[in-house]
């Protein structure tokens, strides 16, 4: 089920009075917990569960195995190397098959056709199921630690289920690590306390730029500028683009915002996922700030692994790049996806480059076209992001130099929305502290009422039409 | 909670007992349900007729009758009408006909003007969630040539079956006497119609395709095209393309003969048919689908019934074509 329905409601009011009532039965704490998710999961498609059930058996093995395989020093000797291949092949294997099967087959099925070879590989559609892309990641990072000693002993069958499928990241993140996850759920109860407030405050803010700002911004302008840009002018295409930049964060940390704050009100904190992206001055502050738990997963898990910071220019350089591209590529499986990732990857590398040679060389202004710049290259790569085809992206930059025409799509709540989200990155941290404190003093039947008033307001506001709820390429 | 951690500044006196959590949220989400109820009483009954619309209609209305008594559903229907939004009853009513017919039934020699780039033609289109893709694929497909002015308002989960949840007559009724005036409408409707309809009468029709059903799905389907009829106008209904399961493949075959049928009898109307551009060698339902070049395209989402941009640029350029053919565009 999806956060923003009045069935994850339901379930959560549940899952919130029967997991803190049993809290002190750790054990039953935590089979609960892993209940409630394949429950929650196999709302989706029953047949699913299995998929999630066989990924956490294979995996929980492995590293089973691979905490044994180690010699005196504690690294992986031969076999154990062998198997960590393995696992980690495994499961991008099955993340492959599932994500990419038609992607490969359509591009080789292309490569033969030059040659007048017919259909290589036989073109099926398969039903890629929810959350693959986040278990997946999820279990090549426990292995990867088991190899590397950052976890001190595997975790038990039944806490790396929990780890593995916890309902509130199990299908769009926040990707959390198994350092950050079992202490908590180890730790043994002390009081039934509960971050109550920061969790509302998530939750509340999360439904509100999921549901309200990026459904709108999506059905008002970027769905049908991406659709059909050939209808539009100069300045409407690039009010659709900021409109998506905008509806892209509001979807997404709205979203994780909510898993963020459901974790909390269940006693397990997560990681911020988002930290206002578009007030960044550079890419790679872009990058701390944008999806942090997955930049930090490309790091640790790739970058490093290709070699990281370690070496020539040139080859940090190609690390840079090459994360950067397969990075883009996890997010859907097309070539735009790519060109995404790739934008980002040589805007890194020019960065870098101009750093180096600029740093402390700039005028007071700079600052200014520092931030200019850094969101219309995030914006730029937004495009390709969001366009179906290459075709469409370069007739949309095209156009947004050539086609003096036209603003008629555009009306005043449209702009003051996109120049009023744009602003919100530039809140003080301390504003949003404030609030919390106001709240915090409500008597509790103020703080319900408060709440509610919040959700109904939401839910008017809300655009019509029950599939508008925008899902991202990434919750497959 | 973290172990060796101090208590972050931000978060001292944030800690609350689960117990006060719990009965805040139950108590926000009580105030939301009596500030809620006759909404998602309104929506519980748009949903299929069956056993689990029974159960949440059933779920609601005493909240609902509780937040009427206590004028609490006043605010949300203040609001509702601010913004206009919201949906009517259960009664598909066809409003009377406003556009001015000829009193001649004698068809014209061409059923829509020829447009020309100083006065393209003013195309809508629009329906339920199957017209998003396409809808869009068609402003692109019809925006190039100059001479068609295209208007895209699909309307997600909408149907002929249930104007609770969407009142297409009010609707189009609208839209057909709009100014400057629609010299074609394109529409499709079907994807969400095979379920329960109710009659005006109040007569409950469960099974779709049944006698009754078809009886009274015809009267709203003739009603919606008697509707936009006018003087110069075309009329493009779309019918539903093969779906991959085989239940909902056997409803949309027999909506679209109901289509086909009313259409025939109109000379208004044209049908088109998506069927067969979308059927593998074998007639099946396949998303893969050898394209106008020859070359296999991927066509449908993987949900197994909506198109992805491919399919729907396949259905918009069947549509073109006969609007270009009324029009006399080569």
């Known amino acids: 089920m999806l956060f923003p329905t009045v069935d994850f409601a339901i379930f959560f009011v549940v899952v919130f009075a029967i997991a803190w009532t049993i809290r002190p039965y750790h054990l039953w704490w935590r089979v609960f917990l892993v209940a409630a998710s394949w429950f929650f999961y196999g709302f989706w498609e029953p047949a699913f569960v299995l998929l999630l059930v066989g990924s956490t058996a294979a ?16 690294r992986l000797n031969t076999p154990g190397r062998a198997l960590l291949a393995f696992g980690v092949a495994l499961n991008l294997a099955t993340l492959g098959y599932f994500k990419y099967y038609g992607f490969f087959a359509e591009e080789i ?10 259909e290589v590989i036989p073109l099926r559609q398969i039903t890629l199921p929810v959350a693959i892309s986040f278990f997946t990641f999820h279990a090549i990072s426990y292995l990867v630690d088991i190899a590397r000693n950052d976890i001190e002993e595997p975790m038990s069958p039944l806490d790396f289920s929990l780890y593995l499928s916890f309902f509130p990241h199990l299908v769009a993140g926040p990707i959390v690590r198994v350092t950050e996850f079992a202490p908590q759920i180890r ?31 999506a059905n008002e302008i970027a769905d049908p500028v991406f659709a059909a840009p050939g209808q539009y002018g100069s300045l409407e295409i690039l009010v659709g683009v900021y409109a998506y930049a905008i509806q892209i964060f509001a979807d997404f940390s709205g979203y994780t915002d909510i898993a963020i704050g459901c974790a909390l009100l269940l006693g397990v904190k997560f990681p911020q996922n988002f930290d206002q992206p578009y007030r960044a001055f550079s890419l790679q502050d872009f990058w701390r700030r944008w999806h942090m738990t997955l930049s930090r997963w490309l790091r640790d898990y790739l970058y490093i692994p290709l070699g990281g910071n370690r070496g020539t220019k040139a080859f940090i350089y190609r690390n840079l790049a090459l994360t950067m591209i397969f990075g883009g590529l996890w997010h859907g499986a097309a070539l735009t996806f790519v060109a995404w990732g790739a934008i980002h990857g040589f805007g890194l590398v020019i960065e870098r480059e101009l750093r180096e040679r600029y740093e402390g060389r700039l005028g007071r202004f700079a600052v200014v076209w520092q931030w ?33 025409d036209g603003a008629g799509a555009l009306s005043p709540l449209l702009l003051i929305v996109i120049a009023g989200s744009i602003a919100a990155q530039f809140l003080p941290d301390r504003l949003s502290g404030s609030l919390r404190i106001s709240f915090s003093r409500l008597a509790p039947a103020a703080q319900a009422a408060t709440l509610a008033v919040a959700l109904v307001a939401i839910d008017i506001l809300r655009p019509g039409g029950r599939l508008a709820l925008h899902l991202l390429p990434v919750l497959r | 909670m973290v172990a060796m951690e101090p208590e972050p500044v931000e978060e001292q006196g944030l800690r609350v007992r689960a117990g006060r959590v719990l009965a805040v949220i139950a108590g926000a989400l009580f105030i939301a349900l009596l500030l809620n ?26 909240f609902a009758t509780v937040s009427r008594s206590l004028y609490l559903d006043r605010p949300r229907a203040w609001a509702d009408h601010a913004l206009d939004r919201g949906g009517t009853g259960d009664v598909f009513e066809l409003p009377p006909a406003t556009a001015t017919v000829a009193a001649t039934p004698t068809a014209p020699a061409q059923l829509v003007r020829t447009p020309s780039a100083e006065e393209p033609l003013r195309i809508w289109i629009g329906g339920d969630s199957m017209m998003k893709v396409l809808g869009e694929s068609f402003v692109r497909e019809a925006g190039g040539s100059g001479l068609f002015d295209p208007v895209h308002e699909p309307q997600l989960e909408s149907g002929l079956t249930r104007p609770d949840f969407f009142d297409w007559p009010r609707e189009l009724n609208r839209l057909a006497s709009v100014q400057p005036r629609y010299d074609v409408f394109v529409v499709m409707f079907g994807a969400n119609d095979a379920q329960g309809i109710i009659e005006p009468n109040g007569t409950i029709h469960q099974v779709e395709g ?22 110069g106008r075309l009329v493009v209904w779309v019918g539903q393309p093969v779906m991959r399961s085989d239940g909902l493949s056997d409803d949309m075959a027999m909506m679209n003969q109901v289509y086909r049928e009313e259409a025939a009898s109109r000379p208004w109307v044209r049908f088109v048919d998506l069927w067969p551009l979308f059927v593998d060698s074998e007639g099946d339902y396949n998303a893969y689908i050898a394209d106008d070049d020859g070359e ?35």
């Open chain 2, 37 to 62: 109820a006759s909404e998602l009483e309104r929506e519980a009954k748009a949903k299929p007729l069956g056993t689990e619309r029974d159960v949440w209609v059933g779920i609601w209305k005493p």
């Open chain 2, 210 to 231: 049944s006698a009754g059903w078809v009886a009274e799905y015809r009267r709203r389907v003739a009603g919606v095209m008697d509707l936009l009829r006018a003087d």
């Open chain 2, 296 to 330: 296999t395209r991927l066509m449908r989402n993987p949900d197994g019934v909506h198109f992805v941009r491919e399919g729907g640029d396949r259905a918009a350029r069947a549509i073109l074509k006969v609007i270009r053919a009324e029009a006399k565009v080569d």
């Open chain 1, 109 to 118: 099925n292309d490569l033969f056709g030059l040659v007048g070879a017919g």
């Open chain 1, 59 to 74: 995996n929980w093995a492995i590293g089973h195995d691979l905490s044994r395989m180690k010699d005196v020093e504690g």
């Open chain 1, 187 to 217: 730790e043994p109860l002390g009081e039934r306390l509960v971050l109550a407030v920061p969790a509302f405050q998530l939750i509340v803010f999360g439904l509100f730029k999921k549901v309200v700002i990026s459904s709108y911004l």
């Open chain 1, 372 to 404: 200019l710049i850094t969101f219309h290259v995030v914006c730029l790569a937004w495009i390709f992001f969001r366009a179906e085809t290459f075709g469409t992206a370069w007739e949309m930059l095209w156009r947004v130099l050539t086609a003096w």
